[in-house]
């Protein structure tokens, strides 16, 4: 909760970044660009924030994002950039990060935690009962979704992050509060 810190060396000492405003300094994700190591996105309780000079000055990215929980960059086209969010779901980005568009047919819900990008696109959506879980898309622009696991197939679990296996993307892990899942079939 008190911002978003950096190391030059190696991780042996960290100093805290400036930038972002206080009142946005809950950071849930940071993302590098893959293609300029520069360009850095921030995912805060407050919205998206950008920094193009490696975390030392930020710029707000998106007014209207509210809170993103994870962000995702297409490996491929680095223009691509998904956000979960809190209140208005999942938002695509085809300029870099410049505009968002929500894509969120095939959810009742919009409280998204966790994106993963391996192949295909996964995310996760927390506290929503049966109607939450992992949700997957073979539709690579991420715009129809189907729910893979629900809470029962997550053993009442909420998942708060995924990872997919970059040899093998029907190899999940998937973190919850209290342990670590894995699915070895895309996550049903």
Not at 37 to 54: E, N, Q, R, Y
Not at 78 to 103: C, Q, W
Not at 116 to 141: C, I, K, M, P, Q
């Amino acid at each position: 909760c008190s911002g978003i810190y950096f190391s030059i060396s190696g991780g042996v000492r960290w100093a805290k970044g400036k930038g972002i405003a206080e009142s946005s300094e809950r950071t849930y994700r940071i993302a590098q660009h893959p293609a300029d190591p520069k360009i850095v996105f921030a995912g805060t309780v407050h919205g998206l924030w950008k920094s193009a000079d490696g975390g030392l000055t930020w710029k707000k990215a998106d007014e209207g994002s509210n809170e993103v929980d994870s962000i995702a960059i297409d490996s491929e086209d680095p223009n691509v950039i998904y956000l979960a969010t809190e209140r208005r779901g999942i938002l695509k980005s085809t300029d870099g990060g410049m505009t968002f568009v929500e894509i969120n047919e095939g959810f009742v819900n919009r409280n998204l935690t966790a994106f993963s990008r391996e192949g295909e696109l996964y995310l996760t959506s927390s506290y929503e009962g049966e109607f939450g879980g992992v949700f997957a898309t073979s539709d690579d622009r991420g715009l129809k979704w189907a729910l893979q696991a629900n809470q029962q197939a997550l053993h009442g679990k909420n998942v708060t992050s995924i990872a997919v296996d970059p040899e093998n993307p029907e190899e999940l892990l998937a973190g919850t509060f209290d342990g670590l899942l894995r699915s070895s079939d895309g996550g049903r």
